[in-house]
């Protein structure tokens, strides 16, 4: 079955303490990206990569980082969590045209 | 730059009536591809349909009906005879036809269904 996971789906962590997020695809697919899900926003790109080894900023980059070490995998980790980081997230695996969610890691950061 | 607009935050509606839900994009782009998701009160995003820009004809999937219209760069949504599952959060997004296939979303459209 084709799938995104995300791990862990619930976090609630203090303000500091480094994290990790970790998405995994099995479809190799290229292309990979991470999403924040803030109320009145809507969904916002955080990171994305074309392949493995290359990355880019999505629109809002800061205080996070990534790394695309393997096709199947794109973790995204959170050095120093703020409390603004506090956040629904995403990870998305896609093709042209088709993109494939998955199912959300709701993030506290206190 | 692409952009996604739902200029209703929430809308209410008795079960069984009809309701439209609202998008306008603007995009440079001449080829790239709209979706509209919805995300019910569990929180995962649901994928209900795709379009591209090249196809323009009208959609209608059970009580789903969607209208894309390039020249007003509307992509409307209609939930015909509503029910209360269709409660949730509503969102349109854009999104590139080639390069990173980055998607644009809307802010989203809270609809309740009244029983």
């Known amino acids: 079955e084709a799938q995104v996971t995300q791990n862990p789906r619930y976090l609630i962590t203090v303000t500091g303490k480094k994290l990790t997020v970790t998405c995994s695809q099995n479809?190799?697919?290229?292309?990979m990206s991470w999403y924040r899900q803030d109320p009145g926003l809507g969904l916002r790109q955080i990171y994305y990569?074309?392949?493995?080894?290359?990355?880019d900023k999505g629109d809002v980059p800061e205080g996070y980082k990534v790394s695309r070490k393997e096709k199947r995998n794109f973790p995204l980790i959170l050095e120093s969590p703020s409390p603004n980081q506090t956040s629904l997230y995403f990870c998305?695996?896609?093709?042209?045209?088709?993109?494939?969610f998955g199912p959300g890691t709701r993030l506290t950061v206190l | 730059a692409q952009k996604v607009t739902q200029a209703q935050t929430e809308i209410s509606v008795v079960e069984k009536e009809d309701v439209t839900l609202d998008c306008v994009y603007e995009?440079?782009?001449?080829?790239?591809?709209l979706f509209w998701y919805k995300q019910p009160p569990s929180g995962e995003l649901v994928f209900l349909i795709r379009?591209?820009?090249?196809?323009?004809q009208n959609e209608i999937s059970g009580r789903y009906s969607w209208n894309f219209q390039k020249s007003t760069s509307s992509f409307n949504f209609t939930i015909t005879a509503s029910q209360v599952v269709d409660s949730a959060v509503y969102f349109c997004?854009?999104?590139?036809?080639?390069?990173?296939?980055?998607?644009?979303f809307g802010t989203g459209t809270r609809l309740t269904v009244i029983p």
């Open positions: 998305a695996s896609s093709l042209p045209g088709e993109q494939f």
């Open positions: 379009r591209n820009s090249f196809d323009e």
């Open positions: 997004a854009l999104s590139e036809a080639y390069g990173a296939n980055n998607l644009f």
């Open positions: 479809m190799n697919h290229e292309y």
């Open positions: 995009t440079r782009d001449t080829t790239y591809y």
């Open positions: 990569s074309m392949n493995v080894e290359v990355t």
